[in-house]
């Protein structure tokens, strides 16, 4: 049997990812400089209490944002600033329409609620086909922390063995592959396809053999 369930990193896989980008529209809505508001909401651990749930609203993210940094604008403006690191891979999107309905398909991403919650809003189109959307703040734990791949496998109600994972991150690869997934390093639309074709590849040459 090939692995049932394809999950995919958010970030770097469905999204590119531009951190440094980011921290610039932030800095020029903030009117702060790059590497104070880098220190105020990612160097001091913030961004990733996000991640890890530990506020579990966006309206807390946002409230948080604005008592560190000044910041007066609206919440569209901050949304639109916080999220600028993410900008949608359409060249993903036919890859996944191939495969849509052949396999479940999720979304395993270390992000918290502003970012569901507004990129959802921003890119809905990216997120059509998902059948589980598995972001680490509902999770309790960020990759590679193998309690993170325990807890998605088990949000998809999925043996190890059953989960093929696409992410661009060395280090999630080898957590998912420690937690008995299937997994492969995403470097490309091509990547991609080839890890989805060597999949098949492998699923037929076990049943010739079985």
Same mark, same amino acid.
């Given at each position: 049997? $090939?692995?049932?369930?394809?999950?995919?990193?958010? &970030?770097?896989?469905?999204?590119?990812? %531009?951190?440094?980008?980011?921290?610039?529209?932030?800095?020029? /809505?903030?009117?702060?400089?790059?590497? $104070?508001?880098?220190?105020?909401?990612?160097?001091?651990? *913030?961004?990733?209490?996000?991640?890890? &749930?530990?506020?579990?609203?966006?309206?807390?993210?946002?409230?948080?944002?604005?008592?560190?940094?000044?910041?007066? &604008?609206? %919440?569209?403006?901050?949304?639109?600033?916080?999220?600028? /690191?993410?900008? #949608?891979?359409?060249?993903?999107? #036919?890859?996944?329409?191939?495969?849509?309905?052949?396999?479940?398909?999720?979304?395993f991403t270390?992000?918290?609620?502003?970012?569901?919650?507004?990129?959802?809003?921003?890119?809905?189109t990216m997120?059509? &086909? *998902?059948?589980?959307?598995? *972001?680490s703040h509902?999770?309790?734990?960020?990759?590679?922390?193998?309690?993170?791949?325990?807890?998605?496998?088990?949000?998809?109600?999925?043996?190890?063995?059953?989960?093929?994972?696409?992410?661009?991150?060395? /280090?999630?690869?080898?957590?998912? $592959?420690?937690?008995?997934?299937?997994?492969?390093? *995403?470097?490309?639309?091509?990547?991609?396809?080839?890890?989805?074709?060597?999949?098949?590849?492998?699923?037929?040459?076990?049943?010739?053999? /079985?």
């Amino acid at each position: 049997m $090939r692995p049932h369930h394809l999950v995919l990193d958010l &970030g770097g896989v469905l999204f590119h990812f %531009d951190h440094a980008h980011r921290l610039r529209r932030l800095a020029d /809505a903030f009117a702060l400089p790059t590497d $104070r508001v880098d220190a105020l909401l990612w160097r001091s651990g *913030f961004s990733a209490d996000c991640d890890s &749930g530990t506020y579990p609203h966006a309206a807390e993210i946002r409230d948080h944002i604005r008592a560190a940094t000044g910041f007066t &604008g609206g %919440d569209d403006d901050l949304d639109a600033a916080w999220c600028s /690191a993410f900008r #949608p891979d359409h060249a993903v999107r #036919p890859s996944l329409e191939r495969h849509r309905g052949s396999r479940p398909l999720a979304l395993f991403t270390n992000n918290g609620p502003l970012e569901q919650e507004a990129l959802l809003r921003l890119y809905p189109t990216m997120f059509d &086909g *998902f059948d589980h959307l598995l *972001f680490s703040h509902r999770l309790g734990h960020r990759k590679p922390d193998p309690a993170a791949f325990d807890a998605a496998a088990k949000q998809l109600g999925a043996c190890p063995d059953d989960i093929l994972f696409i992410d661009d991150s060395g /280090a999630n690869i080898d957590a998912a $592959r420690a937690a008995g997934w299937t997994a492969h390093h *995403f470097q490309s639309r091509e990547s991609l396809e080839q890890a989805l074709a060597l999949e098949c590849s492998n699923a037929t040459a076990r049943g010739v053999q /079985a």
